[in-house]
Every structure is written in structure tokens, then in C-alpha cells.
């Protein structure tokens, strides 16, 4: 069993849909979470972390449920420019642990 | 948050040759890693680079193939040996700072192609 597992998508989605991606993680003892967002040929950059109070941060709304081991993120009023992949990393002691992430593509 | 970067940003390397990849951080970081991201495919750790001790390889990785160095806090080096078609991959670096958060920051990738 992977460690964390998203849905690849593609998520194609019209301009100002609001969108939510979901991720589950295996190890309930996982201290950190964070959601990644990587463009085409670029490196990995930090979107948010997640914490299980829920955080947001403008469009971006991220919670995480502990009990359930899952992660979520949440887009509001989508742009063109939020077309990326998203990557769920949860961390264990000094190890990061990546998901296969979720390609969303915003629609004109 | 760290200024991570990559030598070199692409190479074209033939079977059997080796490449050093460098990663150079503009300040002092208790942690870096090398990941390895396939084509369409997500991050697998390769190994933590520890500071002036041997690295830590992840399964499925060994010392002999991909040797790695870290002479100080703000640099390490990748080598990925007597290369293969399989191991033309984007190669990245990521630090974790000292004083920050628990995240972890990239460097900009190798773009590794062989042939």
C-alpha cells in the first residue's frame, strides 16, 4: 500500500468552479502535512500547510481529518493560472512521502 | 525561505558515463535530500544527504549507482553512475532550514536524458 494516495485526475474544470481534491495517508503516526503545487517543468513549490485546525489562505482552503487519515484541498473562484499538479506530502519523522498528484487544468 | 541551486539545469549523457549533479543553498540547512521524479510521475526519495557522514539511501537505491556527498550544510552533490536509458529522470534537491518550518524546499531539477 503507498504510503499517500491522491486521485491523478485530470481535473478539467470551467473558470470561478470551486474545486477539492482529496488524499489518504497510510501511517497514523504522519506529524506534518502539506499540499505542493508543481507546474510543467518545474520544481515542487509549497502551497500550505495543513493543519487539523484547517487553514486557509485566500482561495485555498486545506483541512485535514486525522481520524479518517485525509487530506484535503479546496479551490474557490478557479483561475487559469491555478493549472498545476497538486502534490499531497505527509511527513514521518525525517521522511517526506509524496503523492502521485492531481493534475488540474482551468478552462477559459 | 531557502535559495536552492541546481549545476547543471539539463545534460545529455551517454550509457555508461557518469554525472555529478551539485546543489549549492544560499545558507545553512540541517537537512537536504535527492529525489528522483519520472517522467509523469511524483517524487521517490533517493537518499537524505548527512553532513560529514555517509547518506541514508532510501530501498531500491545503493551507494555504488548514486554516491552522494555533503561536505558541509549549504552544498551536496549527486552522482549518478554508469548511467542507463532508465535513469534519464528530472533530478532534485530539497533542503529543510534550520529555523523554519518543517517543510521542505527544491532546487530547480537536472534534467537528466541518456542515451
Known amino acids: 500500500r503507498k504510503e499517500v494516495e491522491q486521485d491523478p485526475g485530470p481535473f478539467n474544470v470551467p473558470e470561478g468552479a470551486t474545486v477539492a481534491f482529496n488524499c489518504t495517508y497510510s501511517?497514523?503516526?504522519?506529524?506534518?502535512f502539506f499540499w505542493y503545487r508543481q507546474d510543467c517543468r518545474k520544481e515542487p513549490k509549497l502551497l500550505m500547510s495543513v493543519y487539523s485546525s484547517g487553514n486557509e489562505d485566500g482561495r485555498f482552503t486545506a483541512q485535514l481529518n486525522r481520524a479518517s487519515q485525509y487530506i484535503s484541498l479546496l479551490i474557490r473562484d478557479s483561475k487559469l493560472s491555478d493549472s498545476a499538479t497538486y502534490l499531497c506530502v505527509v511527513r514521518f519523522r525525517n521522511q517526506f512521502y509524496f503523492g502521485t498528484g492531481t493534475s488540474l487544468t482551468v478552462i477559459p | 525561505s531557502a535559495v536552492i541551486s541546481q549545476k547543471p539545469s539539463r545534460d545529455i549523457c551517454q550509457r555508461g558515463t557518469s554525472l555529478t549533479i551539485q546543489c549549492q543553498v544560499d545558507s545553512q540547512v540541517t537537512m537536504m535530500f535527492w529525489y528522483r521524479q519520472q517522467p509523469g510521475q511524483s517524487l521517490t526519495l533517493i537518499a537524505t544527504a548527512n553532513q560529514g557522514s555517509e547518506a541514508t539511501y532510501e530501498s531500491g537505491f545503493v551507494i555504488d549507482k548514486f554516491p552522494i556527498s555533503r561536505p558541509n550544510l549549504t552544498f551536496s552533490t549527486l552522482t549518478v553512475s554508469n548511467m542507463s536509458p532508465e535513469d534519464s529522470s528530472i533530478y532534485l534537491c530539497?533542503?529543510?532550514?534550520?529555523?523554519?518550518?518543517?517543510?521542505?524546499?527544491f532546487g530547480p531539477g537536472t534534467r537528466l536524458t541518456v542515451l
Open positions: 530539497s533542503v529543510e532550514e534550520v529555523w523554519g518550518t518543517d517543510t521542505q524546499y
Open positions: 501511517n497514523s503516526a504522519s506529524q506534518s
